[in-house]
C-alpha cells in the first residue's frame, strides 16, 4: 500500500540524489519513520474519538457570540458574514494566554504596554490565565493590576473565577459538554475565551514568553511577495540566545502596525497596492487569481517573525523543508548540526508574504475574527496549527501573511534540544494526525460556504473515529503518508 505513494519512493531515492549534500542523505532517512503509525493502538483512537466527538456541535454555535469588554458575559449574536464588514480595520483586542508562568507573563506585560504607549495604540488587553498552582495565578493576577495601575492601559485578567462565571452564563445556550471542551484548561482554551472575547474584531494573540519589542530584517523591503505553498521567509540558526537578533534592527513601527495593513484586507487590493512594490511571480494559480479578482481571497491570519526559541519541540521537521529553508540547511554541515542541536533561531520574512498554505504559529498571530472560525482544540503541541489548517480548510478564501517584522520568543526552555535522537520521527502527534485529515478531505468538498464546510468537517472526523481500528490505522496512515508527500 506504501509503495505506491509518490513520497515513499522519494524519500528512499534522497540520498543517492546528486544534489543532495552528502551530510544530509542518512538523515533523510528518519523521515520515512516519522510517518510510521505501527505503534497505533486503542487507546489512540479513543482519545481521537473523544477529541472530534463534540466538534461539529461546537462549531455549530459557540464561536458565533460575543462578550464585550465591559461586561463580564452576554448573550451571543450571529456575526455577519465578512462582506459585510469594512476591510483593514484596526486590531481592538491583544489577547495574551498564560499559565504557570507570572514572571514570564509580568515581562511580556512591560514590553506590550511599552509597544502602546510608544505608539498611541489604544486597545484592550485580556489576560486569559490557565495556571494549576492557584499562587501563579495570584501573582500573574497582581502584575495585571499593577501595570494597569502604573500605565492606565485597560487590561482585564481572567482566571478561574471568571471562568467559570462565563460558563455558568453560557450553559443556558451551551451543552455542559461543549463548555467543558472550549474552555479546556491550557493553551487552546485561553485562545478560545479571547476567540469568544473578541468576537467580529481583529484581534493579536501573544504568548507569555513573547518579548513584544519590534525587530526588523537589515534587508527589509516595502513590497510584499504572493507566493503560496513554498517557503520564502529567510531563517537562520544559532546556539546562543544572545546572537539572534544579529541580523535584525529596532524597528521604529509598532507592532500592531503592519499587522494592521494586510490584516482582512483582500489579495486583490493588496496586488493593485501603490504603497508596496507587489512581486507575483511565485504565486501559486490560487493566489494569481485572487490578485486579478477571480476569487474573494482576504487575510485572515497575520504572522510576526520569530527570533529566539524556535517553538518546537524537536527539529526533525526541517527534513520537510523546502524553499528557501532548504536551501539555508543545506548550504553547510555546521548550519545542518547547528540547526538539529538548537533550537535558537531567527526566522523572518524581508518584506509582506501572503501565503495559501501557512505553518500557523500563535506566539504572536493576527486574526481577523469577523466571521465564523474554528476552536482551537485541546490536542497538546501544535494545537496552532491545527487551528490554521482547519481555518483554510473550512474558509477556502482565507489566505496568511507574513510582515516583516519579528520579536522575541524569550521562553525559558533550555537552548538545546535534548538528546541525539527524536521521539517524533518514530510516533505522529494527535495535531499532526488531524492535520492530514483535513487536508486530505478538504479538497473534496465543493461548497464553500465556510459555516457548512465547518460542520461538513466535524461529519467526517467523526465517521473517521467511528472506524473500526484496522480501517482507522489505513485511513490516518495514508493521510499523514499523502500529507507528507506534499510536502
Wanted: with cysteine.
Amino acid at each position: 500500500m506504501f509503495k505506491q505513494l509518490p513520497f515513499v519512493n522519494k524519500v528512499a531515492s534522497f540520498e543517492t540524489d546528486v544534489n543532495a549534500p552528502s551530510f544530509l542523505r542518512p538523515d533523510i532517512k528518519n523521515a520515512v519513520a516519522f510517518v510510521s503509525f505501527s505503534r497505533a493502538s486503542t487507546r489512540i483512537k479513543r482519545r481521537v474519538s473523544r477529541l472530534i466527538g463534540v466538534f461539529s456541535r461546537l462549531t455549530s454555535g459557540l464561536h458565533s457570540s460575543r462578550i464585550p469588554a465591559d461586561q463580564p458575559v452576554h448573550r451571543p449574536r450571529i456575526l455577519p458574514t465578512p462582506a459585510s464588514h469594512p476591510r483593514n480595520r484596526p486590531i481592538t483586542t491583544i489577547g495574551v494566554t498564560t499559565a504557570d508562568r507570572p514572571q514570564l507573563l509580568e515581562r511580556c506585560l512591560w514590553s506590550l504596554t511599552r509597544q502602546l504607549e510608544k505608539h498611541g495604540a489604544r486597545v484592550r488587553v485580556i489576560v486569559v490565565d490557565a495556571s494549576k498552582d492557584a499562587r501563579n495565578e495570584s501573582l500573574a493576577r497582581t502584575a495585571a493590576a499593577s501595570i494597569r495601575r502604573a500605565t492606565g492601559l485597560p487590561i482585564a485578567f481572567i482566571g478561574r473565577n471568571e471562568k467559570l462565571t462565563m460558563r455558568q452564563a453560557l450553559s443556558s445556550l451551551c451543552e455542559d459538554s461543549l463548555l467543558e471542551f472550549a474552555f479546556h484548561p491550557g493553551a487552546s482554551g485561553n485562545r478560545n475565551i479571547i476567540l469568544l472575547f473578541a468576537s467580529g474584531e481583529n484581534v493579536l494573540f501573544v504568548d507569555d514568553d513573547i518579548v513584544c519589542d519590534v525587530w526588523r530584517p537589515r534587508s527589509f523591503r516595502r513590497a510584499i511577495t504572493l507566493g503560496g505553498h513554498v517557503e520564502l521567509r529567510d531563517i537562520a540558526f544559532y546556539r546562543r540566545r544572545d546572537d539572534v537578533c544579529e541580523r535584525l534592527l529596532r524597528a521604529r513601527i509598532g507592532l500592531l502596525n503592519p499587522h494592521e495593513t494586510v490584516l482582512g484586507r483582500t489579495v486583490r487590493s493588496l496586488a493593485t497596492s501603490k504603497d508596496l512594490v507587489v512581486d507575483s511571480r511565485r504565486a501559486c494559480p490560487h493566489l494569481r487569481g485572487a490578485a486579478q479578482g477571480v476569487r474573494p481571497a482576504h487575510i485572515r491570519m497575520t504572522l510576526t517573525g520569530i527570533a529566539g526559541d524556535a517553538g518546537v519541540t524537536y527539529p526533525d521537521r526541517f527534513l520537510f523543508c523546502k524553499g528557501t529553508w532548504k536551501k539555508v540547511l543545506s548550504g553547510s554541515r555546521r548550519t545542518f548540526d547547528t540547526a538539529f542541536r538548537s533550537r535558537e533561531i531567527c526566522k523572518v520574512a524581508n518584506r509582506y508574504v501572503i501565503m495559501h498554505e501557512v505553518s500557523c504559529m500563535g506566539g504572536c498571530l493576527g486574526l481577523a475574527n469577523t466571521s465564523i472560525a474554528p476552536p482551537f482544540l485541546p490536542v497538546g503541541r501544535n494545537e496552532d496549527g491545527l487551528f490554521g489548517a482547519t481555518l483554510c480548510a473550512m474558509d477556502v478564501d482565507a489566505m496568511g501573511c507574513h510582515i516583516p517584522y519579528a520579536v522575541v520568543h524569550g521562553s525559558a526552555r533550555s537552548p538545546q534540544y535534548h538528546g541525539g535522537r527524536f521521539p517524533s520521527t518514530a510516533e505522529t502527534r494527535l495535531a499532526d494526525l488531524l492535520i492530514s485529515l483535513v487536508a486530505s478531505w478538504s479538497p473534496t468538498l465543493r461548497d464553500g460556504e465556510p459555516t457548512r464546510r465547518l460542520k461538513r468537517l466535524g461529519e467526517r472526523l467523526q465517521h473517521i473515529a467511528a472506524l473500526p481500528k484496522l480501517d482507522f490505522v489505513r485511513v490516518t496512515s495514508l493521510a499523514t503518508l499523502r500529507t507528507r508527500e506534499r510536502e
